[in-house]
């Protein structure tokens, strides 16, 4: 069932402030749309003209709804965090009297540590592109550049010519909330991002015109889906165990970074976080990898039997 008007004129207007005045992302608010527009459909079906009408029943109701969907953990955690900042939008607004964020859940996801890949799983995947076709030097290229410098799939597809500075090896993004920050590219990206600018992309251009630096097949700016699909293709062809994404290339470079002895705070400005406690799940993904090297190269690290002793 469809929201009433009102609710919809409601979220449009949250969403215009989200936009306007947070300058989040358009894929965050999208996010936020998708999950606000399930909570409004919901309402609808239920019969819920006014927000004053939600009360802790229909909370519980909302939320067992989400989990009989088969949502992970976090996904759930995700609309929980839509509907706090939209209750809370209405509640200083005053289109509802009374703050529903009351009415949340309390509980807490569970951590999850991110996947990430091995460096001979790096190898693997980048040796997988045909260096013979543009495809292949513009795909080698951006899977350099995703771990190179730990970019977000939106910064990557964002980039322009002009943002790129190949004397000083930087690179100018624009990450969440519209911030900018400038990222080294190290030599084994410069190179392919070079031989990409140089060879490939203008026979991928075939003459046309195009503000951003990754083009398509199409000449055209490439989205962050197909920057998805190409990853996951050279996985296939690497017969990698995992199929990766943009983001799991981001996780390695910040997993294997702090292993060579990167601190979170440098780390944390890299990565474009605002708060050092989000880089922190790292620290848990490298104490993972260490005892794991402990226990595969400590002599006493198991016992005769071969049982692990931790």
Same mark, same amino acid.
């Given at each position: 069932m469809e929201p009433?008007?009102?609710?919809?004129?409601?979220?449009?207007?949250?969403?215009?402030?989200?936009?306007?005045?947070?300058?989040?992302?358009?894929?965050?608010?999208?996010?936020?749309?998708?999950?606000?527009?399930?909570?409004?459909?919901?309402?609808?079906?239920?019969?819920?003209?006014?927000?004053?009408?939600?009360?802790?029943? $229909?909370? @519980?109701?909302y939320?067992?709804? &989400?989990?009989?969907?088969? %949502?992970?953990? !976090?996904?759930?955690?995700?609309? =929980?965090?839509?509907?706090q900042s939209f209750f809370?939008?209405?509640?200083?607004?005053?289109?509802?009297?009374q703050d529903k964020t009351e009415l949340l859940p309390h509980t807490k996801p569970s951590k999850k540590l991110p996947l990430f890949l091995r460096m001979d799983e790096i190898e693997r995947l980048f040796d997988a592109p045909n260096l013979d076709h543009p495809l292949g030097i513009r795909d080698r290229c951006i899977m350099e550049l995703l771990y190179g410098s730990g970019l977000r799939v939106s910064e990557l597809t964002q980039c322009?010519?002009?943002?790129?500075?190949?004397?000083?090896?930087?690179?100018?993004?624009?990450?969440?909330?519209?911030?900018?920050?400038?990222?080294? $590219?190290? @030599?084994?990206?410069?190179?392919? &991002?070079?031989?990409?600018? %140089?060879?490939? !992309?203008?026979?991928?251009?075939? =003459?046309?015109?195009?503000?951003?630096?990754?083009?398509?097949?199409?000449?055209?700016?490439?989205?962050?889906?197909?920057?998805?699909?190409l990853i996951k293709k050279h996985a296939l062809q690497a017969h990698l165990p995992v199929l990766p994404s943009p983001h799991t290339l981001r996780h390695s470079f910040a997993t294997h970074m702090l292993e060579a002895g990167a601190d979170l705070r440098s780390l944390q400005q890299l990565l474009g976080h605002s708060s050092i406690a989000t880089v922190e799940i790292y620290t848990h993904l490298s104490n993972t990898q260490m005892k794991s090297i402990y226990i595969d190269h400590h002599p006493r690290a198991k016992m005769e039997d071969g049982s692990d002793q931790t």
């Open positions: 009433s008007q009102r609710h919809q004129d409601l979220l449009q207007e949250f969403l215009h402030d989200l936009r306007v005045e947070r300058k989040l992302s358009n894929h965050t608010i999208e996010n936020y749309y998708l999950d606000l527009k399930s909570l409004l459909s919901f309402l609808a079906q239920h019969e819920i003209e006014y927000f004053s009408q939600i009360d802790p029943t $229909i909370m @519980e109701a939320f067992s709804f &989400l989990h009989q969907k088969a %949502l992970s953990l !976090r996904s759930v955690a995700r609309h =929980k965090s839509s509907m809370s939008f209405l509640f200083k607004r005053r289109y509802c009297e322009k010519p002009t943002d790129i500075d190949e004397t000083q090896a930087l690179i100018r993004v624009i990450g969440k909330g519209e911030k900018t920050r400038i990222v080294p $590219i190290g @030599e084994e990206a410069l190179h392919w &991002l070079r031989l990409y600018l %140089l060879q490939a !992309r203008p026979l991928l251009m075939k =003459k046309k015109s195009c503000n951003y630096v990754f083009v398509s097949q199409q000449s055209k700016s490439m989205s962050r889906q197909s920057v998805f699909n």
